[in-house]
């Protein structure tokens, strides 16, 4: 969703007066795209083998990147993780790992500055509505550092908030009463 709020800020830029994308990212960076690639051959390995030990790696490779090493010990013990990990069994069913494969595909697609020679004064100049941009610094499955980048660009037409939390990618449910304070205010103000 927070990918598809950069996309249509810039698609569409009269749809709407306001936009709050949430652990999202206008372009992916190289940590992310690696992530997902792995996740595509996992998901086609395990659809393809129907063998525990693909979906065990699948399961491994989302907890070590939806999870950050601040949610270690108490949050998530070793045994918790391995067993995790080893109740992964069985396989994905061809036409779920097909379904998943292609949000993969859309996720590392998105590029906010590809209509615009890869410039991201271009993309930013394209956006009208102004943008709510919220952001776990320790988030592995979206990192935060081009959605930052795009908001210098917005200048004025960005509010950019970076959490420090260490809830990684799940800080719409580790701090959903900040978030959703922040974008309560964010709405009421006047555009």
């Known amino acids: 969703g927070g990918m598809q709020t950069f996309e249509w800020s810039v698609l569409y830029p009269g749809f709407a007066k306001k936009l709050v994308p949430i652990a999202g990212s206008p372009q992916l960076g190289g940590h992310d795209v690696a992530l997902w690639e792995a996740y595509k051959r996992l998901l086609d390995w395990s659809a393809e083998c129907a063998c525990a030990e693909a979906q065990e ?14 949610q270690d010990g108490a949050d998530l013990p070793g045994d918790t993780v ?9 396989s994905i069913d061809r036409g779920t790992a097909l379904n998943l494969i292609r949000q993969a595909d859309a996720m590392i697609a998105t590029d906010v500055t590809h209509a615009f020679d890869g410039e991201w004064a271009g993309a930013a100049e394209a956006v009208q509505a102004q943008m709510l941009i919220i952001a776990e610094s320790s988030d592995h499955v ?22 420090e939390t260490g809830c990684g990618h799940g800080l719409p449910a580790c701090e959903m009463f900040r978030v959703g304070a922040l974008i309560r205010d964010f709405l009421r103000r006047e555009p």
């Open 57 to 70: 790696l699948l399961a491994a490779l989302m907890i070590l990147n939806s999870t950050t090493s601040d």
């Open 82 to 90: 391995t067993s995790r990990v080893e109740g992964a069994s069985g």
């Open 142 to 163: 979206v990192t935060p550092r081009t959605g930052m980048t795009f908001a210098e660009h917005l200048g004025e037409k960005a509010t950019p908030i970076l959490f």
